[in-house]
């Protein structure tokens, strides 16, 4: 499986050992000026420790071929997975519903959550435990996740959220939401379900040594785009 990961600066490089360790997928890296032929099955938007707070990084992004190199990928069927920072990448180029939105009172969500799948017919989530909730790593200062109450709706009953934030026991709340996202919403994907958007970061490397369940989602996903 070859996979084209997104030079995105801040960037965890280590995103790209993950993936030829673990999984033995072939990876590599692709500078935001170089999107024009993708020939990956799989392609990447990773998370990015500047992308919060630099405009000028943004405007970077709006500027290059990015967004209409996902959008042509896209529509020919091709994967695309963003993880936090790379999920409102994906929002924000009109590929994923919503975005994220800061506020005065914005700041570093860093905590360990729990999540539990909510439509199994996905790549993301087909191979996972409909009934036992995903433990999984949460890092960003992007703000809240939100969608209007319609949207929520036509999501929900087009399978389309995938992910929701719960506890332990796998119950829904107020107080199991770390980040105030609209629904508890986690991850979610398109219509098509060739783009997801995940906001915990299933693939961190100090934390696949302690086998969270990141190595869990992950490996669904990978089997069932390649099967």
């Not at 084209?4 to 890296?29: C, K, T, Y």
């Not at 990956?40 to 967004?67: A, F, G, H, N």
């Not at 996902?70 to 994967?79: A, P």
């Amino acid at each position: 499986m070859k996979i084209g990961i997104v030079n995105i600066p801040g960037m965890d490089v280590s995103l790209v050992q993950i993936l030829r360790e673990h999984f033995h997928n072939s990876a590599e890296i692709v500078d935001l000026g170089n999107t024009e032929q993708w020939k990956y099955d799989l392609v990447m938007v990773p998370p990015s420790t500047l992308y919060s707070d630099s405009e000028e990084l943004k405007r970077r992004i709006e500027q290059s071929s990015l967004y209409t190199s996902l959008s042509e990928y896209s529509d020919q069927g091709g994967f695309i997975v963003g993880i936090q920072s790379g999920f409102q990448i994906l929002c924000a180029a009109g590929l994923l519903e919503g975005g994220f939105v800061r506020t005065s009172r914005t700041s570093l969500v860093n905590a360990m959550v729990d999540v539990k799948s909510e439509f199994k017919r996905s790549p993301l989530t087909y191979l996972v435990d409909f009934d036992k909730p995903l433990r999984l790593y949460l890092s960003h200062a992007l703000g809240y996740y939100r969608l209007s109450d319609e949207s929520v709706r036509r999501l929900q009953q087009k399978g389309q959220i995938l992910l929701r934030y719960c506890d332990e026991r796998g119950y829904v709340s107020k107080e199991s939401n770390p980040d105030g996202s609209t629904s508890s919403i986690a991850a979610i994907c398109n219509a098509q379900r060739n783009v997801f958007g995940i906001t915990p970061n299933p693939a961190v490397k100090s934390f696949f040594q302690h086998h969270l369940d990141g190595l869990e989602l992950m490996d669904s996903f990978f089997k069932m785009i390649t099967r």
